[in-house]
């Protein structure tokens, strides 16, 4: 079965400032790699995935996020945050089976004044 | 745009009653899904169904059970209500297994 680590439970970063998620997925074949984001009290919106080709991927927001094959990573970034993206934010990632994907538990982003 | 909508946002049951969760879709997807969500844990993966009147359980199962009578619609049911299954419980729905999945809003159950 898969896993999805996400290392940080909490980031806290000031307003415009560059930020980096983590995520690591466990090792597979071939993997889907996927970014939500959850706003409070609202269901999860894709941010961006990874399903094949490039591995840098571009998604809503300004966000990307980088496939590292190697490294079993899928780390999610943003050059300039803002503080309307304070949120939760998924890693996810499904294997190839039919059972859908497995979530990491989350960071929730803090942006600061 | 895809339209996933739950019958309720928030919901108050006492323990034992049996609990019906409504998760409808409109883009035809094959797929369905219910997770619930709890702090600290993220989603985890009660059942899904890959077609009408097919389920397969996911990682948590237990106390639940789903019903697809139609392919637009996925209902969740807890036999018998319990405090522990005060959650936010999630639908979605994705036109393939390996596509993104599209979430409805949620509902947050409390069991008293």
């Known amino acids: 079965a898969q896993s999805v680590t996400q290392l940080d439970s909490q980031v806290p970063v000031f307003e415009e400032a560059p930020v980096e998620l983590r995520c690591n997925y466990s090792?597979?074949?071939?993997?889907?790699l996927f970014w939500y984001v959850q706003y409070p009290n609202q269901g999860l919106q894709l941010l961006l995935k990874y399903l094949s080709g490039s591995t840098l991927v571009k998604g809503i927001n300004g966000f990307e996020a980088e496939f590292n094959k190697s490294q079993t990573s899928f780390h999610l970034r943003k050059p300039s945050v803002h503080i309307s993206d304070t949120a939760e934010y998924f890693c996810a990632v499904n294997g190839g089976g039919a059972d859908g994907l497995t979530f990491g538990k989350g960071t929730h982003l803090i942006i600061q004044p | 745009d895809v339209k996933v909508t739950q019958s309720s946002r928030y919901l108050v049951k006492r323990t034992g009653e049996k609990v019906f969760l409504e998760c409808v879709q409109d883009m035809d997807h094959e797929n369905m899904f219910w997770y619930r969500q709890d702090p600290g844990l993220g989603l985890r993966l009660i059942y899904f169904?890959?077609?009408?009147?097919?389920?397969e359980k996911g990682d948590i199962p237990e106390g639940y059970s789903v019903s697809r009578e139609k392919k637009e619609r996925f209902s969740l049911i807890l036999e018998s209500a319990s405090t522990n299954q005060t959650s936010m419980y999630l639908c979605?729905?994705?036109?393939?297994?390996?596509?993104?999945?599209?979430f409805g809003p949620g509902t947050r159950l409390t069991v008293t």
């Open positions: 090792s597979s074949v071939s993997v889907y």
């Open positions: 169904s890959y077609d009408v009147k097919m389920k």
């Open positions: 979605a729905s994705s036109l393939t297994p390996v596509d993104e999945q599209y």
